[in-house]
């Protein structure tokens, strides 16, 4: 028998794990936007102006660049690790 939402959609309808994770990442990417606005806000902003100076600007800049450099290798890190995984645990199987 299988699940079925208030709207009388399956759970396993493609539609709609398709919007759900499309949503997902949306919402993955808002923290991560977030979280490096926080990081960087603190670390470069001394005392906020009507104008932004050449030293805040650089820092936000480099701030940003590191932050994606290490999402993105924390990422593909995770990405191998699983595959390794995947690779042992079929390995087991056979």
Same mark, same amino acid.
């Given at each position: 028998?299988?699940?079925? #939402? ?23 990417f ?23 100076? #050449? ?15 290490t ?24």
């Amino acid at each position: 028998m299988e699940a079925s #939402s208030p709207a009388g959609l399956s759970a396993t309808d493609p539609q709609l794990q398709h919007f759900i994770e499309v949503e997902t990442q949306k919402q993955r990417f808002q923290q991560l936007v977030h979280q490096m606005t926080e990081l960087c806000w603190e670390k470069c902003m001394d005392k906020p102006g009507p104008k932004l100076d #050449s030293r805040a600007e650089t820092c936000f800049v480099n701030c940003v660049e590191r932050f994606i450099d290490t999402s993105q290798f924390i990422l593909n890190r995770l990405e191998q690790t699983q595959k390794s995984k995947s690779a042992f645990s079929e390995s087991l199987s056979d």
